[in-house]
């Protein structure tokens, strides 16, 4: 055997897994096809990183075993980590709703990873191809590049397919199947909702933007959406995308804040105020939900019943969104290498011994908001113990 395991990409759950295993004296060779790893991290958070949510838990992650992911994430907290980012002297700020981001760059977190894994002595090889995996005898052997090397661990860290312009793929599927690991069906997920001609509505809205609450099935998110060209996008948008499914409307509440009849007092308070003014929405908004709503002029010119079905409008918009913008523009990848397959506490593929699977490539997703990254470096963490 060439090394004690092989982790195959150099991402966030890899270099994890990699920098544990070999400080715990593993000989560790990290295989990423990239010129260059951790390119996801360096993008992330608009170039500083959202690398962990304070509010870390369970019920913020999306699998089809809803206790999958908290042995991992007991073991590997979010206050574990930033005990790692702070020993590096890497200065972070929280932004809001418990995200944490680097005050400079993300840059400094694949440092930091580097840096962990040199400690570990891990060997990474980038910009080659991985060719061929083969399994016998108790040694897995890859053949990269022109080298072929073997370890009695192989550790499937590839990712999933979101953002193929950035190297992602598939590969992590693929090879499950070769070892006949059974997949939740892969969709994109935290990404923009696009909408048909119907709702031009929005359209006309490019570029406004306006806390709701943004509702689909049982979920619901208070957070910032944003009008686009193609439909909608922005925090809550991105959220709600990870539980709507094809066929469902998604509801849109835009004015979360007021009280059940507020309307009737704002017309009894103020009744030559316009709907528009009511609204205290952004103009361009107020003004195309006014005319959808057939509501002009003054409150004190509409009955208070029409204002009652106005307001129910205003709390519960409902549209059917055409789809997404796909993996090209997703965040993450819902769904992989079923949980069911996996233990929780190692990561380990229960029937094929020395196989592993960690980070987005597994069907654990996160919601926005460093989520992901913590369940990266949580389940890294757990293999890295095991391998
Ligand atoms: C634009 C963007 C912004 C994001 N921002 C945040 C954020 O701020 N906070 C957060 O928590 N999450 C964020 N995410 C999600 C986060 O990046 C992922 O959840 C996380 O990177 C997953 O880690 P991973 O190690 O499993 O996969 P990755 O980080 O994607 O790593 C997988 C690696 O495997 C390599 N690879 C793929 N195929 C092969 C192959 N065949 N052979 C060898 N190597 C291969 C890839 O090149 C890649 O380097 C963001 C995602 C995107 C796309």
């Not at 060209?229 to 835009?254: N, T």
């Amino acid at each position: 055997m060439t090394h004690d395991a092989i982790i195959l990409g150099g991402g966030a759950a890899g270099l994890m897994c990699a920098a544990v295993a070999g400080q715990r004296g593993r000989r560790v060779l990290v295989i990423e096809h990239a010129p260059e790893v951790g390119r996801k991290i360096l993008i992330s958070g608009g170039g500083r990183c959202n690398f962990t949510n304070i509010a870390t838990a369970p019920d913020r992650y999306i699998s089809a075993n809803r206790h999958f992911a908290k042995s991992a994430l007991g073991r590997y907290t979010a206050a574990d980590f930033i005990a790692l980012v702070d020993s590096h002297n890497i200065a972070w700020h929280e932004k809001t709703l418990g995200q944490l981001f680097c005050d400079g760059s993300a840059r400094q977190i694949v440092a930091m990873l580097l840096d962990e894994c040199a400690k570990g002595g891990v060997e990474i090889v980038t910009g080659d191809p991985v060719r061929a995996v083969e399994h016998g005898d108790g040694a897995y052997r890859v053949t990269v590049g022109e080298r072929i090397v073997s370890a009695p661990a192989l550790v499937i860290a590839t990712g999933g397919p979101s953002i193929p312009k950035m190297g992602a793929t598939g590969f992590a599927y693929d090879l499950a199947r070769q070892f006949g690991l059974k997949i939740v069906e892969p969709r994109p997920a935290l990404v923009p909702l696009t909408l048909g001609e119907d709702e031009t509505l929005f359209r006309e809205l490019s570029g406004v933007s306006t806390q709701v609450v943004a509702a689909a099935g049982k979920a619901q998110f208070r957070e910032a959406a944003l009008f686009t060209h193609r439909g909608l996008s922005g925090p809550a948008i991105l959220q709600i995308s990870s539980y709507w499914r094809h066929g469902e409307p998604v509801s849109i509440d835009f004015l979360p804040e007021r009280a059940p009849g507020w309307l009737r007092e704002a017309k009894r308070g103020a009744p030559r105020t316009t709907m528009r003014r009511a609204m205290g929405l952004p103009d361009r908004l107020a003004e195309t939900l006014a005319e959808r709503i057939g509501l002009s002029g003054e409150l004190a010119n509409h009955a208070d019943r029409v204002l009652d079905e106005a307001e129910r409008r205003l709390a519960d918009w409902r549209f059917t969104p055409t789809g997404t913008e796909g993996f090209a523009k997703a965040e993450v990848t819902i769904g992989g290498i079923s949980t069911a397959e996996l233990s929780s506490r190692t990561m380990a593929a229960a029937r094929v011994p020395g196989l592993y699977a960690i980070g987005e490539a597994v069907d654990v997703t996160g919601w926005l908001g460093g989520y992901n990254f913590q369940w990266a470096w949580a389940s890294g963490w757990a293999a890295g113990q095991a391998i």
